[in-house]
């Protein structure tokens, strides 16, 4: 037995790379066809599609049919040929297989309508998230468009889809659109909560596909949970409001997290953030970012001000720039009013943050609505 969403796995492998596997000698998209006699190198591979296609013999299909095709295998067999070569870790048993993809037309938001008991398919997005790949639209966002480092987005496992995908094993699942980014949440110890969505089409008026999206049962207020364990008295953290900002601020070697939405902090994540703010009730353990002085290597460098507390704090110190708009001002309000509640601000009053601010609010230049669109544009003009 195959699972439908184990084919779509398979399906999605980069195509070029499923042919550089096989031995073929991939320049420019196309390679010597094997199915007629080639000598012009018409064979054509379309990463888009993520398919290839022949133009003189017509030979076509996906990567498991280029497998099938190249080595003269059946289906399952070239499943079990391009699991073992991927490291995806998926064993065919018989020849009781489905392809058939299903296409979602659920209208989402940000978290969908869930019943109580719903929660996400761990397991299946923990196979799904095994092998981070990033398809062309992927990298064009991220790395032509955004400018991010590889090596903070490979750390982070993200991963991308071509077409659309089951978001888990149901045999009536509800699908992520493709293309699109996939981006792991987890809690603060690594464990994976659940996979959001970024949807990478170009948007048009009458393109309805939302976003974002999140499995049915998701609840993920915070992103890049870990990064908390890393923090010693001293550390600056900025908060920011997207992923994608998030990024970028790990990019310049900066430790961030991303919040969306206040209103959706649950009890636990709110006391998660104050512990960080107070020395007494800090979430690490002694060993664990409790030192005697903050590692001064690690610590970014701002005003003067900034520079004492760094020196002299027991708390981490928070900063945020707040997207330039009503929800970004909305954000950053409704963060610092919840983290100061029960919370000694480290900052005397009289420095520009209020009288009980423990976020310190950082403006971006006129014309640019977020960081990640600032960070783009300076990387884009050195």
């Known amino acids: 037995m195959i699972e439908q969403h184990d084919i779509y796995t398979l399906q999605s492998l980069p195509i070029e790379q499923v042919a550089e596997v096989l031995g073929y000698r991939v320049t420019r998209h196309k390679a010597l066809c094997p199915f007629h006699n080639d000598t012009h190198a018409s064979l054509t591979f379309n990463t888009r599609k993520n398919r290839y296609r022949c133009y003189v013999c017509g030979a076509q299909g996906d990567s498991i049919n280029l497998v099938?095709?190249?080595?003269?295998?059946?289906?399952?067999?070239?499943?079990?040929?391009?699991?073992?070569?991927?490291?995806?870790?998926?064993?065919?048993?018989?020849?009781?297989?489905?392809?058939?993809?299903q296409v979602s037309s659920v209208k989402t938001k940000f978290?969908?309508?869930?019943?109580?008991n719903e929660k996400p398919d761990i397991a299946y997005l923990e196979r799904l998230m095994a092998q981070p790949i990033l398809n062309n639209e992927a990298k064009q966002f991220l790395f032509d468009e955004r400018k991010l480092s590889p090596e903070v987005i490979a750390s982070l496992g993200i991963s991308s889809i071509s077409y659309n995908c089951p978001m888990s094993s149901s045999p009536k699942p509800t699908y992520y659109d493709g293309p699109a980014?996939?981006?792991?949440?987890?809690?603060?110890?690594?464990?994976?909560?659940?996979?959001?969505?970024?949807?990478?089409?170009?948007?048009?008026?009458?393109?309805?596909?939302?976003?974002?999206?999140?499995?049915?049962g998701s609840h993920c207020s915070i992103y890049n949970l870990p990064v908390?364990?890393?923090?010693?008295?001293?550390?600056?953290?900025?908060?920011?409001?997207?992923?994608?900002?998030?990024?970028?601020?790990?990019?310049?070697?900066y430790k961030a997290i991303a919040?969306?939405?206040?209103?959706?902090?649950r009890t636990e994540e709110i006391k998660l953030l104050k512990g960080?703010?107070?020395?007494?009730?800090?979430?690490?353990?002694?060993?664990?970012?409790?030192?005697?002085?903050?590692?001064?290597?690690?610590t970014p460098n701002h005003t003067e001000c900034d520079q004492f507390h760094t020196q002299n704090s027991k708390f981490v110190i928070l900063h945020m720039y707040p997207d330039q708009?009503?929800?970004?001002?909305?954000?950053?309000?409704?963060?610092?009013?919840?983290?100061?509640?029960?919370?000694?601000?480290?900052?005397?009053?009289?420095?520009?943050?209020?009288?009980?601010?423990?976020?310190?609010?950082?403006?971006?230049?006129?014309?640019?609505?977020?960081?990640?669109?600032?960070?783009a544009y300076l990387h884009r003009n050195p």
């Open 228 to 253: 908390l364990k890393t923090l010693k008295p001293g550390d600056h953290l900025f908060i920011t409001e997207g992923c994608s900002d998030c990024w970028a601020l790990l990019s310049v070697g």
């Open 181 to 216: 980014l996939l981006i792991p949440y987890r809690d603060i110890n690594g464990k994976l909560l659940s996979v959001q969505s970024r949807y990478l089409a170009p948007h048009n008026a009458n393109n309805e596909v939302p976003r974002f999206r999140f499995p049915r």
């Open 325 to 375: 708009d009503a929800p970004g001002e909305q954000l950053f309000q409704q963060l610092n009013e919840l983290l100061s509640q029960s919370v000694s601000s480290p900052f005397p009053t009289g420095e520009g943050r209020g009288e009980a601010s423990v976020l310190i609010r950082h403006q971006l230049p006129p014309g640019f609505k977020d960081i990640g669109a600032y960070y």
């Open 276 to 298: 960080i703010l107070q020395a007494d009730s800090s979430p690490f353990p002694t060993g664990e970012g409790r030192g005697e002085a903050p590692n001064k290597s690690t």
């Open 68 to 101: 099938m095709k190249s080595l003269r295998i059946n289906f399952l067999d070239a499943c079990s040929y391009l699991s073992d070569q991927f490291g995806l870790g998926i064993t065919p048993t018989d020849n009781k297989y489905t392809t058939k993809r």
């Open 259 to 265: 919040i969306p939405s206040a209103t959706l902090l």
């Open 111 to 116: 978290f969908n309508k869930t019943k109580d």
